[in-house]
């Protein structure tokens, strides 16, 4: 399925929500000022109630955004529902979501966009270290698409936009991750897309439950973060 418009006329949306950690989000923030953009690239950055330094970051980051930032955490499903009402308004080709824990390659919208272009796929997650997951979750690229097709993708991804247009959400009051994830498995439900992994697209995920990046924090604040929001992990604070 080929592009609509040249790819200079394209309009993306990409979603970063934080809470806490706020030595990730720096980091974050850095690889997405350093990305080549094909096109109109726009952040939806938002502090969900962190008490620290991340709004700080947010509206430092020299990038074509918008910053929302809320006293109060209110979990990433219902400020995943925010973004979705914010850009259907909007004529959005694409929308993304990424984590304030993960660091991207400058090339990775320009990839992800390659395989758009010469596929119908609905779809993407770019791959993620030290996980390795699009080796994990998906099959062989048969048809020589340029994706590993797949039943699920992972916390990151990137879609067309189409696929949200007639969709309705619902917000609960959920804490952690789940119920992000339960969004993007409604819509694959309801719509039906192809999806998969990009191989070659590879993202740090700095703050991976295993603790096995390099870069990865191992602090008390930390550890409390992740049974916060409800993301077991496979390591103790340092002490």
């Not at 973004?83 to 990839?111: A, H, L, M, S």
């Not at 439900?189 to 700095?206: L, N």
């Not at 603790?211 to 191992?218: A, D, F, V, W």
Request: proline share 5%; glycine share 6%.
């Amino acid at each position: 399925m080929p592009l609509l418009k040249p790819r200079e006329q394209l309009k993306i949306a990409i979603l970063l929500s934080a809470h806490k950690r706020p030595e990730y989000t720096k980091k974050c923030i850095a690889s997405l000022e350093a990305c080549i953009k094909p096109c109109d690239v726009f952040f939806y950055l938002v502090d969900d109630g962190s008490g620290d330094f991340t709004t700080c970051s947010l509206v430092e980051a020299k990038l074509h955004n918008a910053v929302f930032t809320y006293s109060e955490p209110n979990g990433l499903r219902n400020r995943c529902i925010e973004f979705f009402e914010y850009v259907k308004q909007r004529d959005f080709d694409f929308i993304g979501k990424i984590d304030n824990d993960c660091v991207v390659p400058e090339n990775w919208i320009t990839r992800l966009l390659d395989v758009f272009e010469k596929s119908d796929v609905g779809i993407l997650s770019p791959n993620v270290t030290p996980s390795n997951a699009a080796y994990q979750y998906g099959k062989e690229d048969k048809e020589g698409n340029g994706y590993l097709p797949a039943e699920i993708v992972g916390g990151l991804w990137f879609m067309r936009s189409e696929l949200i247009n007639d969709m309705q959400f619902e917000k609960h009051d959920t804490n952690g991750l789940t119920g992000a994830t339960t969004l993007l498995r409604q819509i694959v439900t309801e719509k039906e897309p192809k999806i998969g992994w990009v191989p070659d697209v590879i993202v740090q995920d700095i703050g991976h439950w295993s603790g096995k990046h390099p870069e990865h924090i191992k602090t008390v604040e930390h550890e409390v973060y992740s049974k916060t929001v409800g993301r077991p992990i496979a390591w103790k604070a340092q002490s």
